[in-house]
């Protein structure tokens, strides 16, 4: 199967609108972080002096033994005591809007394009789950490095065929976001998926 390079006139016929030079940088890269950020599990814990399972008496008198004075085993200072502004769980996510995110998809999408990483070729599903035949199905061009392939759809037979194939990845046009557009240099785009490719950009 060949594939053809997804060009901005092309990408212009077909009702996507690109956006070139510095125009929504700053919000692309808002996005991905709170997509990043979301993903951080946050669940780094400490004790503090209250919460260490010791015992609240002194552990020497106060008086008379020539060392200093000490209050409580659970004491910061000492091995085995709390932690004084350890990290507590948290939640990292950020929140963008709606139309930040559209934005950034957009962008991600317009950059790719203008660098030519963009191809087009159409549809296919793979009609028994082999790799073989999976890949048989990708342009020789597009085998080589990371390939994200994008489409309306796929069949699970497809999905099997490719789970064995690491640099290769399937995605579907409505789950794919600007974190991913950005990760793959080259992007394999079936025939069946520009329609609604194009209407998450508007």
Avoid at 9 to 30: F, I, P, R, W
Avoid at 45 to 70: C, D, F, H, I, M
Wanted: glycine letters at 8%.
């Amino acid at each position: 199967m060949k594939a053809t390079i997804y060009s901005c006139e092309q990408a212009a016929a077909d009702g996507l609108e690109l956006v070139k030079g510095g125009k929504y940088s700053q919000v692309l890269h808002d996005v991905v972080v709170a997509y990043q950020a979301a993903r951080r599990s946050g669940s780094a814990n400490t004790k503090s002096k209250a919460e260490v399972n010791l015992s609240g008496s002194k552990p020497w008198r106060q008086k008379g033994t020539g060392r200093a004075r000490a209050g409580y085993k659970s004491s910061p200072v000492w091995v085995g005591g709390g932690v004084v502004f350890g990290p507590k769980p948290r939640d990292y996510s950020k929140n963008v809007t709606k139309q930040e995110r559209r934005l950034a998809f957009k962008k991600a999408l317009s950059v790719r394009i203008v660098e030519g990483g963009v191809f087009v070729a159409p549809s296919f599903d793979v009609a028994i789950p082999k790799t073989k035949e999976f890949l048989q199905r990708i342009p020789d061009d597009l085998k080589t490095g990371s390939l994200l392939v994008l489409s309306a759809g796929f069949s699970d037979a497809t999905y099997l065929s490719a789970r064995n194939v690491s640099e290769i990845h399937l995605k579907t046009v409505s789950e794919v976001n600007a974190e991913d557009i950005l990760r793959f240099k080259k992007i394999l785009l079936l025939s069946s998926g520009i329609g609604e490719l194009v209407s998450r950009t508007k």
